[in-house]
């Protein structure tokens, strides 16, 4: 039976004599050869069996792999963004401790105090912020306004703040990375407003969205364009670092969320199309990762 294919046969057996002639008696005898074992079920079983256990084997050690290189990067990313924070909170000392030998020199002892005693409140809430990664739009908002004052009495100009809250947001309960809001308003102050006669205007407006709290910080300033050649023309060696760290930031902050964070800066116009300000939106994602987590 070399050579048969599996199936079922009927064997037919037929005797005969010297003399050629035949019996009519025939036997018949049923016979099932099997398949070889390759083709077997229980064969093929074990063959699909054994690949999805190599596949998952290698699944597995691939995770591994790849969670030991994210978990990395992570830690590595948690340095940059504390560098990050440590270059920032220098970054703003500077500025207000410039407004306060300022102070000194040319207003004396009453209005120094004034400085002073707004200084110390925000140099210490800053440095309480230093070591966290989120904090609540209310904490936010009351750290950003007393901000806003100590540049305001820097500076000798007064400041309108208006603050807009949708009202299905709740200011305790909403989070914000910590530092965010601070170098744009910073940047709205120094490169917009302060450079103007007249009224003086930061509009703070935060919406609530799906997925994202929209943070848009607008200004009445003299506008991106004519900032930048003011700059060129009377401090050519000044440098700024608040809006570059910031985006450095994001980016980070983008590496452990999947909805990303994102920065957009918008250049206002009047109705005659001259510049009439600067608006700056932050999309921030309602429930996203710190490294606290």
């Known amino acids: 039976m070399v050579g048969l294919y599996d199936g079922d046969y009927t064997l037919m ?5 010297d003399l050629g002639q035949q019996s009519q008696n025939i036997i018949e005898l049923e016979m099932d050869v099997p398949p070889p074992y390759w083709r077997t079920w229980w064969f093929l079983l074990c063959m699909v069996l054994l690949v999805l256990g190599i596949v998952s084997l290698w699944r597995s050690y691939e995770y591994r792999i ?6 990395r990067d992570l830690k590595i990313s948690n340095l940059e963004a504390h560098a990050y924070r440590a270059q920032m909170n220098p970054h703003f000392i500077f500025n207000a401790l410039n407004g306060m030998q300022a102070a000194v020199v040319l207003h004396g002892e009453e209005k120094f105090n004034k400085y002073i005693s707004s200084f110390s409140k925000l140099i210490r809430n800053t440095f309480e912020m230093s070591n966290l990664d989120k904090i609540s739009l209310d904490d936010e908002l009351d750290y950003i306004e007393n901000y806003i004052d100590l540049q305001a009495l820097r500076l000798e100009k007064a400041i309108q703040t208006t603050i807009h809250i949708d009202d299905e947001i709740e200011p305790e309960t909403s989070y914000l990375p910590c530092m965010m809001l601070q ?3 910073e940047n709205a102050i120094v490169h917009g407003v302060v450079k103007k006669d007249g009224e003086n205007k930061i509009d703070i407006h935060f919406t609530k969205l799906p997925y994202f709290l929209r943070c848009r910080i607008s200004d009445n300033g003299i506008g991106r ?8 023309k ?12 910031m985006k450095q930031r994001i980016d980070i902050f983008n590496y452990y969320n999947n909805y990303e964070l994102s920065f957009n800066i918008e250049d206002l116009y009047d109705d005659k199309g001259k510049p009439s300000g600067t608006a700056v939106t932050l999309m921030i994602p309602v429930d996203f990762k710190s490294r606290e987590k």
């Open 183 to 185: 170098p744009i308003v």
């Open 225 to 232: 364009t004519a900032s930048a050649e003011e700059s060129e």
């Open 66 to 71: 790849l969670k030991i290189k994210k978990d």
């Open 234 to 245: 009377y401090n050519k060696t000044h440098k700024s670092f608040a809006t570059q760290i």
């Open 13 to 17: 057996i037929m005797a005969r004599n």
